[in-house]
Every structure is written in C-alpha cells, then in structure tokens.
C-alpha cells in the first residue's frame, strides 16, 4: 500500500503539531519565576530578598541587603532570570563591592552559587528560611526605566570614592584623551593626603588610572595604579599602591548610592 503526496504532507502536519505540544510547556515552564521574596540563611550571614517587578525582557527585578554581623550591604542591583539569580552588593564597611551569581533550586527552597569579590572567589549557598516549594510568581508588573542597573564597562573616574585607606575625591584638570586629574584622600583619622597628579586612560573594558600623592603628616611620597574590577567595572577599581618602596592593595569603591 503507498500513501499519496496530500497524505504524507497531512501526517507531517499533525506530528509536528504534536511535537510542539510536548515542547512548549517544558518551554513555559522554564521561564516560570519562583517567588524568592524572604529571608535567605547562610555561612557568611543572611540575605533579604524582593521582588520589585519585571523588565521588558522578563527578568525579576531584585532589590534587598546581605547582612553579615551588624553590618548590612545594601544590594545595588539584582536579577533573576528564570532559574539564575545575579546580585551587586556594597560592603562599606570593608569597603568592597561583591558580585554573585546563584542558580535556584525552586522544589527545594536552595540557592547555590559562588561570590566574586576583588579577585577572590567561593562557594555560597543559601537556604531559604522555612525551607520547603517556592510557589511561582505571576503578578509583577512591568518596571520600563528600572532605577537600577549593572556596573557600567564604560566611566569617569572623578568624584567620590570609598577606599581602603578614607574617602577619595578626584577633580579632572583637562579634557584630553588621556584625561589628567589631581585630588586628596581623606584617612578616617582625618589627615589629609594631596593627589598632585593623575591620569585615567578610556580602553575597550574599562581604562586605568594612575596618581601621584604626598602625605603631609610624615612627609612621604606615592603612586597607584587601578584598574576596574573584571566584576564590578567602574563600581570598584582595584589598584596597588608603591610608597617609598613598600608596596600594597588599594581599593577604590564607588558608594552603593552613587547614579553614574
């Protein structure tokens, strides 16, 4: 027995039809978001979660704080893209800035993933308080301009910055390609140091930046050299600094308020 032409076209239709049914509901499921809104335990401390709403592409917009101790770091930006959270989070009391990405475990109630801070790195898991299913979340609303977005590739470098060694402000002297700066950094016992001169030089990625800087109080002389973090971008630059020969990491971290 053959079969036609017309009835082989019309067996290809319905198996196709019928493929798709089984294709389409894994695919809905997929981007189903679990509600992750809560407290969130772990080794380092804990973690509040909110969902805000929804971007335009359908990610859950994430706001809350990682809290270690009484310290608490706000986090600045935070998404959660079907099954992967992603999170920017500030410790001034450090100061720096830490980036994690999490993949959820909704049926369980776990997240695991890893922190990134400064070019240190590690495992961190968090269990959600209570334990138990996530139930999905179907009534976000569309956030068009969200207020938060992720650490910029692309910068300036003059104003206020949170450093490991007090509050840096930085002024640009000139609009050149390779822009020239000068500033002070101010030491939490209030000492002032001047920074005579400096330059950031724009590159695909980031740039770097360079200062020369003189403290009054033991008449001594330095330089530094900061790049951004591959993490973090203009959010937090990560530099060494030389003085007199001794030598040492310098982080310069923009404050969790600060709109670029």
Known sequence: MTISGAARHFCLIMLSGFILSLVMPAAQAAGTLRNIDGTWDSKYGVIELKMEGQSKKGDAIVSGSYISGSNVAPIAWGRLENSVLKIEYYMKWRPMWGYAEFILDGDQGVMRGKYFQAGTSGEWILNR?????????????????????????????????????????????????????????????????????????????GG????????????????????????????????????????????LCRPANYKF
């Open 129 to 205: 308080r209570g334990g138990g299913s996530l139930k999905s979340r179907t009534d976000l609303k569309t956030i068009a301009n969200p207020a938060t977005e992720r650490a910029p590739r692309i910068f300036s470098v003059e104003g206020k910055w949170d450093s490991s060694f007090g509050e840096v402000n930085l002024k640009g002297t000139s609009l050149a390609v390779v822009k020239q700066l000068n500033g002070s950094f101010t030491k939490p016992d209030g000492k002032v140091a001047k920074i005579t001169f400096g330059s950031f030089m724009r590159q695909p990625g």
């Open 208 to 251: 770097i930046l360079k200062i020369n800087y003189e403290c009054p109080w033991n008449k001594s002389k330095g330089t530094a050299q900061f790049r951004p973090d591959q993490n973090m971008g203009g959010r937090m630059l990560v530099g060494v600094y030389n003085e007199g020969g001794k030598t040492g990491p310098w982080l």
